[in-house]
Each structure stands twice: as structure tokens, then as C-alpha cells.
């Protein structure tokens, strides 16, 4: 099984970011060439993921599940713990690409709701030392969306599943006004849904565990009265994709 888990360790790192689908499409050929039975169900896979966060977790690097609310899928995602906009892994690109990257990046975390239409990732981004030609941010950012930084939905851009994991610490120092933590489980919380009360937001799968054994709002400890089916921003709705 270590071998399956290094093989499926270098998969991860190349993808970045992956799907329940394209986990088994990795996971299914590698357990059958090295004569070991496959992880069962969605629990004994998350188990063999910890494993192998476990064992790299002292080299800066964490390997887990993020639900992303938008999609409202689950993402297996490979991250560096200790990555900033200016050091994260953008190979083979020139200094004004990867001030691209961070540009747009603050761009995106700092507008409500989080997110931007499309075309204005082309032409809302200033403070460029060296203007990019609009072909190359389109190449640009439809890698970055593959990689898992950002995530498109209908016309707008949102921050991605790797985004929320491996940049959490500089969004939470740098965009304290528009990205939240949730007060449950300690992760960034965006998308999700708000008491009606006090405005705070919640992970919806999060403050649905907590109101199974209590009724009232763990900050305001008002009666919860936000449905939960709803996603909910305290800014506009954002309906998860089904």
C-alpha cells in the first residue's frame, strides 16, 4: 500500500486539485497493479487521503477534502501550507505573469461576494508593471481554473478549492472585510449561509450538525431561523449548483 500511496501522492501533485471521478481514475489502476484491495467507500478513502497528509505535513505540504460551496462537490486537494501569492508554484511563467496571478487574486478576494465576471479579468486589473496581451490571460487564467486557483461558474470567477486551502492564511491576514472563518470548525467559510439575527456566517453542513442537539445561534445564541436549504451570504443569495 505505501507504494500505491507515493504513486497516488505524485498524481495528486500533478492535478492539484481533484474530483471523486478522477480520484478513482488514478486510484483503481494503481491499487490493481500492486495487488491491493482499493479504499471501499468514500470513509475508507478519506482515511487513506489522512494517511498520507499525515506523512507530508512536515514538509509544508497537506493533501485533503474541501467541500466548495458554488459547485457544492467535494475536491481532493494537494497544497503547500506555507505558499503566498508571490511564492506559489507558478512554473515556467515571467515575473509579470505571476504579478497576474496576485493581482487578480486580491482583485477577486477583495470584491463582494468574491467574485468578478469574466471579462473583467482582462481589463479591471491594474498596477501591472508590464501589460499582458488578453490572449495570455486567457491561457493564464483557464490554467489556473484547471489547477484549481479559481473556479468559474455561469459568466463569473470565483476563488477555487486550492485557493481556499493553500492560500487560507494570506486571505484571512489580507481580506478580513469580505472572507470569514467559520466559528465551528475554524476554516474559511464563504458562499454558505448566515444566522438572520447576527449576520454570521456558517458552513451549511457545519451549523446543520450543531442545531441537531441545540436551536439557538452559536454567536448570538438567537433562535436559528435561516432555512438551511438556502445559501445564503448576508450580501445577495448564491445558489450552489446541483
Same mark, same amino acid.
Given at each position: 500500500?505505501?507504494?500505491?500511496?507515493?504513486?497516488?501522492?505524485?498524481?495528486?501533485?500533478?492535478?492539484? *486539485?481533484?474530483?471523486?471521478?478522477?480520484?478513482?481514475?488514478?486510484?483503481?489502476?494503481?491499487?490493481?497493479?500492486?495487488?491491493?484491495?482499493?479504499?471501499?467507500?468514500?470513509?475508507?478513502?478519506?482515511?487513506?487521503?489522512?494517511?498520507?497528509?499525515?506523512?507530508?505535513?512536515?514538509?509544508?505540504?497537506?493533501?485533503?477534502?474541501?467541500?466548495?460551496?458554488?459547485?457544492?462537490?467535494?475536491?481532493?486537494?494537494?497544497?503547500? *501550507?506555507?505558499?503566498?501569492?508571490?511564492?506559489?508554484?507558478? *512554473?515556467?511563467?515571467?515575473?509579470?505573469?505571476?504579478?497576474?496571478?496576485?493581482?487578480?487574486?486580491?482583485?477577486?478576494?477583495?470584491?463582494?461576494?468574491?467574485?468578478?465576471?469574466?471579462?473583467?479579468?482582462?481589463?479591471?486589473?491594474?498596477?501591472?508593471?508590464?501589460?499582458?496581451?488578453?490572449?495570455?490571460?486567457?491561457?493564464?487564467?483557464?490554467?489556473?481554473?484547471?489547477?484549481?486557483?479559481?473556479?468559474?461558474?455561469?459568466?463569473?470567477?470565483?476563488?477555487?478549492?486550492?485557493?481556499?486551502?493553500?492560500?487560507?492564511?494570506?486571505?484571512?491576514?489580507?481580506?478580513?472585510?469580505?472572507?470569514?472563518?467559520?466559528?465551528?470548525?475554524?476554516?474559511?467559510?464563504?458562499?454558505?449561509?448566515?444566522?438572520?439575527?447576527?449576520?454570521?456566517?456558517?458552513?451549511?453542513?457545519?451549523?446543520?450538525?450543531?442545531?441537531?442537539?441545540?436551536?439557538?445561534?452559536?454567536?448570538?445564541?438567537?433562535?436559528?431561523? *435561516?432555512?438551511?436549504?438556502?445559501?445564503?451570504?448576508?450580501?445577495?443569495?448564491?445558489?450552489?449548483?446541483?
Amino acid at each position: 500500500m505505501e507504494l500505491v500511496k507515493r504513486a497516488f501522492l505524485r498524481a495528486s501533485k500533478n492535478h492539484s *486539485t481533484l474530483s471523486y471521478e478522477l480520484i478513482d481514475q488514478i486510484l483503481s489502476p494503481l491499487c490493481e497493479l500492486h495487488k491491493v484491495d482499493k479504499p471501499s467507500n468514500k470513509e475508507a478513502l478519506k482515511a487513506f487521503v489522512g494517511e498520507i497528509d499525515a506523512s507530508i505535513r512536515v514538509f509544508d505540504q497537506t493533501l485533503v477534502f474541501i467541500k466548495h460551496a458554488l459547485k457544492n462537490e467535494e475536491y481532493l486537494v494537494y497544497a503547500k *501550507t506555507d505558499a503566498t501569492p508571490d511564492t506559489i508554484a507558478n *512554473t515556467g511563467l515571467v515575473a509579470e505573469e505571476c504579478q497576474y496571478f496576485a493581482k487578480l487574486l486580491d482583485k477577486i478576494a477583495g470584491e463582494e461576494n468574491c467574485c468578478m465576471a469574466w471579462n473583467e479579468a482582462y481589463s479591471d486589473i491594474v498596477g501591472l508593471e508590464k501589460p499582458l496581451k488578453k490572449i495570455r490571460m486567457q491561457e493564464l487564467l483557464q490554467k489556473w481554473c484547471q489547477m484549481g486557483y479559481f473556479l468559474e461558474v455561469e459568466d463569473n470567477i470565483y476563488l477555487g478549492p486550492r485557493t481556499l486551502v493553500e492560500l487560507s492564511f494570506y486571505l484571512r491576514t489580507n481580506h478580513a472585510e469580505t472572507i470569514e472563518t467559520c466559528k465551528l470548525c475554524s476554516n474559511l467559510v464563504l458562499w454558505e449561509i448566515r444566522c438572520d439575527s447576527c449576520n454570521i456566517q456558517y458552513h451549511r453542513d457545519c451549523i446543520r450538525k450543531f442545531l441537531q442537539k441545540r436551536s439557538n445561534c452559536p454567536s448570538c445564541n438567537e433562535l436559528w431561523k *435561516t432555512p438551511l436549504r438556502a445559501s445564503i451570504d448576508g450580501r445577495r443569495s448564491v445558489t450552489p449548483q446541483p
